[in-house]
């Protein structure tokens, strides 16, 4: 396993390094924690790939993935939080696909319309994982499942508007909740590869 983590590291690094060029072009629209964020989601992703075509598995401790989901979180809300002060965030929409049509129009570079779409749908994917572990343990319903996320990103939303730190946009909490569902789907191949230690039963 060694070696995999080895031959993971440096493709990923190497790929990094490569898409250095085209992620410094969006400097001027996100906080640069987000070259740490890109940085672990390549790391882990290209990780994960290579430790699943070699069918490797690893054990973690829940604690270890819970302070690693705490720390993402930190990361993502300075990301959400902290917005270069070129921009303006005083508009707001609430008409479904609205804003999603605009970037696909080609009225914005590439670049711009290629990260504001995906980066709303891959952020969230984490959560979706989380959720179901937390289900796995904890026994969560549903419509928990639903409602937790769906809350979370709203109050998101409007703790961006009422701070003039981002816009309300309902378009950004469809492509929020799409991520989160996708982490479900993905669920599955994730435990293949990731197995979180199992609470203990009291005897």
Same mark, same amino acid.
């Given at each position: 396993?060694?070696?995999?983590?080895?031959?993971?590291?440096?493709?990923?690094?190497?790929?990094?390094?490569?898409?250095?060029?085209?992620?410094?072009?969006?400097?001027?629209?996100?906080?640069?924690?987000?070259?740490?964020?890109?940085?672990?989601?390549?790391?882990?992703?290209?990780?994960?790939?290579?430790?699943?075509?070699?069918?490797?598995?690893?054990?973690?401790?829940?604690?270890?993935?819970?302070?690693?989901?705490?720390?993402?979180?930190?990361?993502?809300?300075?990301?959400?939080?902290?917005?270069?002060?070129?921009?303006?965030?005083?508009?707001?929409?609430?008409?479904? !696909?609205?804003? @999603? =049509?605009?970037?696909?129009? +080609?009225?914005?570079?590439?670049?711009?319309? &290629? #990260?504001? %779409? /995906? *980066?709303?749908?891959?952020?969230?994917?984490?959560?979706?994982? !989380?959720?179901? @572990? =937390?289900?796995?343990?904890? +026994?969560?319903?549903?419509?928990?499942?639903? &409602? #937790?996320? %769906? /809350? *979370?990103?709203?109050?998101?939303?409007?703790?961006?508007?009422?701070?003039?730190?981002?816009?309300?946009?309902?378009?950004?909490?469809?492509?929020?909740?799409?991520?989160?569902?996708?982490?479900? *789907?993905?669920?599955?191949?994730?435990?293949?590869?990731?197995?979180?230690?199992?609470?203990?039963?009291?005897?």
């Amino acid at each position: 396993m060694k070696k995999s983590f080895i031959l993971s590291f440096i493709v990923s690094q190497t790929i990094y390094i490569l898409m250095l060029p085209v992620i410094i072009h969006l400097f001027s629209y996100i906080h640069p924690v987000a070259f740490a964020v890109i940085w672990a989601f390549l790391t882990f992703t290209v990780t994960f790939l290579v430790l699943s075509v070699r069918n490797h598995k690893i054990v973690i401790p829940y604690y270890l993935f819970f302070i690693i989901m705490l720390m993402y979180t930190c990361a993502l809300l300075v990301l959400l939080f902290v917005r270069p002060s070129n921009q303006n965030y005083d508009n707001w929409n609430l008409v479904p !696909f609205q804003t @999603i =049509k605009f970037f696909i129009s +080609g009225r914005v570079p590439l670049l711009v319309e &290629f #990260y504001n %779409l /995906t *980066a709303n749908v891959i952020l969230f994917v984490p959560y979706g994982i !989380f959720l179901l @572990i =937390k289900k796995s343990r904890d +026994g969560l319903s549903l419509f928990s499942l639903v &409602f #937790y996320p %769906l /809350t *979370a990103i709203s109050m998101i939303e409007i703790m961006q508007h009422l701070t003039h730190r981002g816009s309300l946009d309902i378009d950004d909490l469809i492509l929020n909740m799409c991520g989160v569902f996708l982490g479900f *789907a993905f669920y599955p191949l994730f435990k293949r590869v990731i197995q979180i230690k199992k609470k203990k039963t009291k005897k």
